[in-house]
């Protein structure tokens, strides 16, 4: 295994992992970036799918991104390389937030900066939005526009909770699959 490009996973995990706030969804948009646009190990459309993966998998979605990315890059070394880059620093972040807890809580320049990060936040949260629903729109299908508006009506207006929006997508996914499949005649 190629030990430059192990090293470089793990330095660009650290790296986002380091200077992610606000929740793994924001990690989604760094990955891309570092990974697709910056390192072109991975084009748009395999990202966007392993980021359906990391998504519905249970767990962290930070980790999990880490782990689909590592594999795909470099097998289980990748995943290894991957996960101790985007664990690192949440663990020794929150080592130090609990030793001064009590002294952070109380302390008003800190909670005026934790109001601050929010609306950063909201951008990044609002970017990955942007990007994956922009390449739904560009394919033009009818059943992904439908199913993307769907999820957004049921889980705003609805409050229909996400497992249940992700499991009727990914039925929906492999129904338009097997439909394609027998279409052409193909085998499954």
């Known amino acids: 295994m190629n030990k430059k490009k192990l090293c470089k996973i793990f330095l660009s995990t650290l790296y986002l992992s380091a200077f992610t706030f606000g929740g793994g969804y924001v990690i989604v948009s760094l990955l ?28 962290a979605i930070a980790v999990n991104g880490a782990v689909v990315v590592g594999y795909k890059l470099a097998g289980i070394p990748g995943i290894l390389c991957a996960v101790a880059g985007a664990v690192i620093p949440p663990f020794v972040l929150l080592t130090v937030i609990s030793f001064f807890y009590n002294s952070f809580k109380e302390n008003l320049l800190i909670q005026a900066m934790l109001n601050g990060m929010k609306a950063g936040v909201g951008a990044v949260i609002l970017s990955v939005v942007y990007d994956m629903g922009s390449d739904v729109v560009k394919e033009k299908d009818p059943m992904l526009l439908f199913l993307m508006a769907a ?32 279409r052409r005649g193909a085998r499954l």
């Open 32 to 59: 891309k970036k570092k990974f697709v646009d910056e390192l072109h190990w991975i084009d748009q459309q395999e990202m966007l799918d392993l980021v359906a993966i990391a998504q519905s998998a249970p767990g």
């Open 151 to 182: 999820s957004f009506i049921a889980a705003y207006f609805y409050h229909v909770n996400v497992i249940f929006i992700i499991l009727a997508a990914a039925l929906a996914g492999i129904c338009k699959t097997i439909v394609r499949k027998f």
